[in-house]
């Protein structure tokens, strides 16, 4: 009773604070009262497979939690009908729960709907699971998106534990892909982000992740939720935000993931200026934590760290490396003024090369990155046409990761992902003068 | 005789004395107004040097692409140049203020209609730079949308859409300058307008079958360079 109160008097101070909630939304809130986790639906291309969800999240919370206070926050800002029809289907859940007593949960699992008119985005959906995990004092939560098809109660089970149970602030999932799905992840995302700040988290962009509610607060807390960056994608944002030395990461093994391992929903130049954009924009704003660190920490895993397949795909490998020599070509302008002389000088005359004779190194291709992510931050060009630009030699790189890759085993590539983090690391200092020279040529 | 020639001298010297008495005064002041305009003008360059270098504006302008139209253009820094604009700028004013201090017959009202077509000058130039920009950001963006979906003509795309946006500009200043108005405005919609009619007509009615295969492969080929290359997330 007494929590409650004292939940109660905080509540003028956090409507202040939280003016971006409804009232509808916040009377919701205070009706639930604290809660043990939290579970945030985010995603809203995928309002259809909200039922899904919901259900898995139902059945975890019932086989895994069953004494913990739970509630759901649907941030979907879906239609009514289609939230009625998916509290319909809950309520047929509830009936069939009673007449299997092992999976009944001890406490009512709370639901929360976001009513908005429009669809929010990505950043505004988290930022209201973050601000309600915050009210509710949640000690352990979980973003999902329900568009993974995959997603079981066991998922939302391995995310959730570690939080709860182990108090780490951060759960990164860790899926069973196919070998040559993910290079983006593979070759630029986790290596680059593991050198610089320090700490490896294999899958920056995922579906699901988990977290504490005190990096949720601590996440709140941060003047970021207007920048384009975190609206369109917020999940990299936040997996960096907890490789701070003050929180504790770990990453959770899920089981393979239904992603086809040719072609991708959206284009590869949107992802790379969701993706890589926004990377480069972490390291451009929290430059004051990992510019004279040299922090380098492992990050604790629950499970195999990586598992790969190698089923037969269908990869135009000729294509993929023509792309790349046009694109040089093309915008052979715009890469001088992107990259050092002598990096641009090796990938000229790489490009002339034959398709047989070509490879691109693990050291041209961190000097390229170092270069382009110097060029990000001294806004050498428009930032938005300089990540378009890595495109073509992303694809130079992707093609060169294939002819090396093709008959490795999975213990092969994860050799070669450990050289090229090394790599990464070797070059850090080179980064970080060409970071810090530009500045004072500058000023 | 010698004494009407004498007389006359007399006068002549009397007129030159006293257009010297009513003139040397005016110059001096003119000296004076030019000398006060160069200390002025050189204030308020350093002033707005200062001022643009706490505000950030080179990377600003590095951002949206100013600063590599200077550069193309040979021209300094954005900072540099806007506080040398500024420079002289305050100097010709002042310049004008101390010739027209000169009293020079007709004069006046020449400084006086160029200080009104400054106005016009700063539009034009705005109107010129400002184009120059979009045209320099836009074609760039062309490029690169067209190199990463794969089309073999992204240069001719990218040069189409920038050479476009240069007529648009130039025809826009020469009408702010009020340069042949009306000349280039019909000039500008006659070139213009043929040029979309040419392009409908061609891709529209000589190009029907041309345009529905174009069509049908560019749609075609989003999706399958989607299933040519792995999925990067």
């Known amino acids: 009773m007494f929590s409650v109160l004292q939940f109660e008097s905080e509540i003028p101070n956090l409507l202040a604070e939280d003016a971006f909630l409804s009232d509808d939304l916040l009377r919701q809130l205070m009706d639930v009262g604290e809660v043990d986790l939290l579970v945030g639906i985010s995603s809203h291309d995928h309002a259809r497979t909200t039922s899904h969800a919901l259900r898995a999240i139902e059945r975890s919370v019932q086989q895994h939690f069953t004494r913990q206070r739970a509630v759901i926050i649907n941030a979907c800002g879906e239609e009514k009908e289609s939230r009625n029809k998916a509290a319909a289907r809950l309520r047929i859940l509830a009936e069939e729960n009673l007449r299997f007593p092992k999976l009944a949960a001890l406490r009512t699992i709370h639901q929360v709907n976001v009513d908005s008119s429009v669809p929010p985005s990505a950043g505004s959906a988290l930022h209201t699971i973050l601000a309600a995990a915050d009210l509710l004092r949640a000690r352990a939560c979980v973003v999902l998106s329900p568009g993974s098809a995959d997603l079981t109660p066991d998922w939302i089970a391995k995310l959730l534990a570690p939080a709860y149970q182990d108090n780490f602030d951060f759960v990164a999932p860790i899926y069973a892909r196919h070998k040559f799905q993910g290079l983006l992840a593979r070759n630029l995302l986790y290596p680059m982000s593991r050198a610089i700040f320090g700490c490896g988290i294999r899958e920056l962009y995922s579906d699901e992740w988990g977290f504490s509610g005190r990096l949720a607060a601590a996440c709140l807390n941060q003047d970021v939720w207007n920048e384009e960056h975190i609206r369109a994608r917020p999940e990299a944002w936040m997996a960096i935000s907890a490789m701070a030395p003050d929180f504790r990461c770990c990453q959770s093994f899920l089981g393979p993931k239904m992603q086809s391992t040719a072609g991708y929903d959206t284009n590869i130049v949107e992802v790379f200026r969701q993706a890589v954009g926004n990377l480069f924009w972490c390291i451009e704003s929290r430059q004051s934590s990992w510019l004279e660190s040299d922090r380098s920490e492992l990050v604790h895993t629950i499970g195999p760290d990586h598992e790969l397949t190698s089923e037969t795909t269908r990869l135009n490998r000729h294509r993929i490396f023509e792309l790349f020599q046009s694109g040089v070509t093309e915008l052979e302008p715009m890469l001088g003024s992107i990259l050092d002389p002598v990096t641009h000088a090796e990938i000229k005359s790489a490009v002339a090369l034959e398709e047989s004779k070509f490879r691109f190194g693990p050291e041209l291709w961190v000097r390229t990155l170092y270069d382009f992510a110097a060029s990000y931050h001294h806004a050498v060009i428009n930032r938005d046409h300089l990540v378009q630009a890595l495109v073509p030699l992303y694809r130079g790189m992707t093609f060169s990761f294939l002819i090396e890759y093709a008959d490795s085993s999975a213990a092969e590539m994860e050799a070669g992902s450990d050289r090229l983090c090394g790599e990464f690391a070797r070059q850090r200092p080179y980064f970080t003068e060409k970071w810090k020279a530009m500045i004072e040529v500058k000023s | ?233």
Request: charged share 15%.
């Open chain 2, 1 to 233: 005789m010698k004494e009407a020639i004498l007389r006359g001298l007399e006068q002549a010297y009397s007129n030159i004395h006293q257009m010297l008495a009513d003139f040397l005064p005016r110059f001096m002041v003119m000296l004076i107004i030019l000398a006060l305009g160069l200390l002025v003008a050189f204030a308020l360059r350093y002033i707005l040097q200062a001022i643009l270098s706490f505000t950030n504006l080179s990377r600003g302008s590095e951002k949206v692409g100013a600063s590599s139209v200077l550069r193309s253009a040979h021209l300094p820094a954005m900072t540099v140049l806007l506080s040398r604009s500024l420079f002289w700028l305050t100097w010709f004013c002042f310049i004008l203020i101390g010739l027209s201090s000169l009293g020079l017959a007709g004069f006046r009202e020449e400084v006086f209609r160029i200080l009104h077509y400054l106005p016009q000058l700063f539009a034009g130039i705005l109107i010129v730079f400002v184009g120059l920009i979009a045209a320099n950001f836009l074609s760039r963006t062309a490029l690169l949308a067209a190199v990463n979906a794969g089309h073999s003509s992204a240069r001719i795309l990218s040069w189409l859409i920038r050479s476009l946006i240069w007529i648009l500009t130039i025809s826009m200043t020469l009408e702010e300058l009020g340069v042949a108005g009306k000349t280039v405005v019909s000039a500008f919609s006659i070139v213009f307008g043929a040029l979309m009619l040419g392009l409908a007509i061609a891709f529209g009615l000589g190009g029907q079958d041309m345009a529905r295969r174009s069509l049908e492969k560019y749609l075609g080929d989003t999706k399958k360079e989607a299933e040519r290359e792995p999925n990067p997330l």
